[in-house]
């Protein structure tokens, strides 16, 4: 029992990999879903406060300039609050802007970026092959809205945290909630990513039953 | 005709494997979840409850000679932790704290900056809020003895205490529990892991319930005024083996007067008095189980105050070269003095002997003589008022 629905698991994830493969061996829908990663990666960084923008920073630090903790290794794993770890090092880039550097909140961001990113090049190619295939034109981006929203739930909370700067009480209690967001959202973002690469396998179908011989 | 059953099983397929999908990922939710609680260092203490195998006492009370707390008090106390949202060492204590001169820190410190300044063992030492704000406690050894400053950004309370675990009489050092009273931090001794109010300077939770520290006094005044009255002072450096964007401040206006979200502090408190505003800073002052609050920019064109504490006579006096005010006992030998104010000191009326503002016999027959200063730290309001409102106000 328990082999066979691995074996259908794996068979499914197959599937999948085989679909987001299709998908961006084309160069337009790979740089849209490369584009779409690295600009939530920056936005990521910027809600959880690893990039910031300050006033006087050169008060503080030679600018521009690298520093890396000496104890780094002590650091890297080392959580401030849940999925917030601390930064390992700091790139001071102007008077006004300063990257802080941890390790883990990079791969956090990087796995929530990567998943948008892959849903949204989805979604664009079932909305072209729709439309090519003259096939119900929003049919396929049908399969994309929920790592809309997933991606969306995840962002919400900590643009909230960055928008309520001195309400510590209001900002805590969105750290809370936030704190499930994340594992929700990684786990909405892969069940979303697996419905919509099925609903591209069934527009595929539907279009090369209809297609002109 | 031969797609029809492949279609049917493969929805039949494709549902028992959302299912288990789906299964898989509410267990990895769970796991990340616990992952991360683990991580925090959750506190062994739950609200109110008290570590296994301890009985709480029904006598037992914590007495020095400046003060009395209840144990009710301490249990009361106890049923009002909140999580402050960090969890435990999520705001990393310093432990291994580094000193620049005055005039390196001059190249990042301004006139109007605040810092903590401490003088202990003829040692003088300031502390930039800037760089506590990140840590909220310095561990400390000043000529052999282990010492701990700490700020609570929610309180504006700075403070630095000594003291020695009741279980095995060693010194203790403080990290930061991630928990809050009266809005007030919570520290943690490492040793026994403890509970701490910072303002109470007692331990109301753990092996070491019923413990006070001593308290040393931290004088909360501006870099110009600090460097200007000790330019022998060291300071920490911003080198605490953190990365943290020191210059910025993670509570924003907060520290402000105006109410932040409509209301003037962020965490709940246990009570309320409106006698002054919340975020006014007063100068809180404990002695034999009395506490007195003075509202410090009122004192400024007051100077000097006799009055009573605990059945004690005591002077407040304002020292204008660090802004802040200092607190005495009047008592001197068998004589009871008055105080009145005489160019940029204090004379007293029965001797004619002339004081500094710190306390200091300079001429006449009381010439070097030192007042006992009595315990006293800068608050906000409303946090004082949460700890002790039996507080008298004065003005």
Same mark, same amino acid.
């Given at each position: ?15 999948? $990999? ?6 961006? $061996? ?107 295939? $003259?096939? $119900? ?77 | ?228 009255t ?53 100068t809180?002052v ?6 007195l609050?003075i509202?410090?920019?009122e004192f400024k064109s007051v100077r000097v105050a006799n009055t009573e504490l605990?059945?004690d006579p005591m002077v407040a006096i304002y020292d204008d070269a660090e802004e802040i005010i200092r607190v005495f006992s009047r008592r001197v030998g068998n004589k009871e003095l008055t105080f009145r104010i005489s160019g940029s000191g204090v004379v007293d009326t029965e001797t004619g002997s002339e004081w500094s503002v710190k306390g200091e016999g300079l001429a006449g027959s009381l010439s070097g003589k030192q007042l006992r200063p009595l315990?006293f ?17 004065y003005g």
């Amino acid at each position: 029992m328990v082999q066979s629905y691995a074996i259908r698991i794996a068979e499914t994830l197959a599937s999948t $990999r085989r679909s987001l493969a299709d998908v961006l $061996r084309t160069g337009r829908y790979r740089k849209i879903g490369i584009l779409t990663a690295v600009a939530y990666l920056v936005v990521y960084l910027i809600t959880i406060q690893d990039i910031v923008f300050a006033n006087n920073l050169g008060r503080f630090y030679p600018i521009p300039s690298v520093a890396i903790s000496e104890n780094w290794t002590e650091l890297i794993w080392r959580p401030r609050v849940t999925f917030y770890w601390e930064a390992i090092g700091q790139i001071v880039l102007t008077n006004n802007v300063i990257i802080l550097l941890s390790v883990p909140n990079i791969i956090v961001g990087s796995v929530l970026g990567a998943l948008i990113g892959l849903n949204v090049a989805v979604a664009a190619y079932s909305y072209t092959c729709a439309r090519v295939c $003259r096939v $119900r034109p929003y049919g396929g981006i049908l399969g994309a809205i929920p790592s809309f929203f997933t991606g969306f739930a995840c962002c919400a909370p900590t643009f909230a945290i960055a928008l309520l700067g001195g309400n510590v009480a209001l900002t805590l209690g969105i750290l809370s909630v936030r704190n499930l967001f994340i594992p929700v959202a990684i786990s909405a973002m892969v069940l979303a990513l697996i419905w919509s690469t099925r609903k591209m396998g069934h527009l595929a179908s539907r279009a090369a039953g209809q297609s002109p011989t | 005709m031969s797609e029809e059953p492949k279609r049917g099983k493969f929805r039949k397929f494709s549902r028992r494997s959302f299912i288990v999908i789906g299964g898989l990922g509410t267990a990895g939710i769970v796991s990340a979840l616990y992952y991360g609680s683990a991580n925090q260092g959750q506190p062994i203490y739950s609200q109110g409850t008290l570590p296994s195998g301890e009985q709480p006492s029904v006598t037992q009370s914590v007495q020095t000679e400046a003060e009395v707390i209840p144990e009710q008090t301490l249990d009361e106390l106890a049923r009002y932790i909140l999580p402050g949202g960090p969890g435990k060492d999520g705001i990393p204590a310093i432990d291994r704290p580094k000193f620049i001169s005055a005039d390196e820190a001059n190249k990042f410190l301004s006139n109007e900056d605040v810092v903590f300044g401490l003088q202990y063992q003829g040692v003088v030492r300031a502390y930039p809020q800037t760089v506590l704000v990140w840590h909220e406690i310095v561990n400390e050894n000043i000529n052999g003895e282990k010492i701990t400053v700490t700020y609570c950004p929610l309180t504006g309370s700075a403070v630095a205490f000594k003291g020695f675990s009741k279980v095995d009489g060693s010194p203790l050092t403080f990290g930061v529990s991630g928990k809050l009273v009266n809005s007030n931090l919570i520290m943690y001794d490492r040793q026994t892991d403890s509970y701490w109010p910072q303002i109470l300077g007692a331990a109301f939770m753990g092996p070491n319930k019923g413990s006070i520290l001593d308290q040393i006094p931290v004088t909360l005044t501006s870099w110009e005024l600090w460097r200007k009255t000790h330019p022998e002072t060291q300071v920490l450096s911003k080198d605490t083996g953190f990365i943290r964007i020191y210059g910025t401040d993670p509570y924003g206006k907060y520290t402000k007067d105006g109410p932040v979200g409509g209301r003037y502090y962020s965490f709940p408190v246990r009570l309320t008095d409106d006698r002054l505003h919340p975020k006014k800073v007063v100068t809180g002052v404990i002695h034999r189980g009395s506490y007195l609050a003075i509202p410090k920019e009122e004192f400024k064109s007051v100077r000097v105050a006799n009055t009573e504490l605990g059945g004690d006579p005591m002077v407040a006096i304002y020292d204008d070269a660090e802004e802040i005010i200092r607190v005495f006992s009047r008592r001197v030998g068998n004589k009871e003095l008055t105080f009145r104010i005489s160019g940029s000191g204090v004379v007293d009326t029965e001797t004619g002997s002339e004081w500094s503002v710190k306390g200091e016999g300079l001429a006449g027959s009381l010439s070097g003589k030192q007042l006992r200063p009595l315990k006293f730290l800068d608050v906000m309001w409303f946090a004082w008022y949460a700890f002790y409102p039996q507080t008298l106000v004065y003005g």
